[in-house]
């Protein structure tokens, strides 16, 4: 079955940066469409950035110039690479597979002013 886990997130200082990750299994990856969505409290889920089974990159406004996603299509892996991070940054991650209505437990990143 489908198999999302995310990790990676702490506590880190504005300005700061963190890598996220994400495992992915139980369907074909390679060509899969990956995204990270962010969810931070009292507020609906929001997409941060996406990618492309042949590597097309997509950004939110507020992930710009900051952020990166990518792949590692070997491994089944997404990972979300975050500099300069904000106390606005704080939330909950989720990575998904485009498409499925499946979201695996999210990893908490918190950032300190």
Not at 35 to 52: C, D, F, K, M, T
Request: hydrophobic share 35%.
């Amino acid at each position: 079955q489908v198999q999302l886990v995310e990790s990676g997130g702490g506590l880190v200082q504005a300005g700061g940066s963190l890598r996220l990750s994400c495992a992915a299994s139980g369907f074909l990856f390679n060509t899969a469409p990956m995204a990270w969505y962010r969810q931070a409290p009292g507020n609906q889920r929001e997409l941060v950035a996406g990618i492309s089974g042949k590597g097309i990159t997509n950004y939110a406004d507020s992930a710009k110039g900051r952020f990166t996603i990518s792949r590692d299509n070997a491994k089944n892996m997404v990972y979300l690479q975050m500099n300069s991070l904000k106390p606005e940054d704080t939330a909950v991650y989720y990575c998904q597979r485009v498409g499925l209505d499946y979201w695996g437990r999210g990893t908490l990143v918190t950032v300190s002013s």
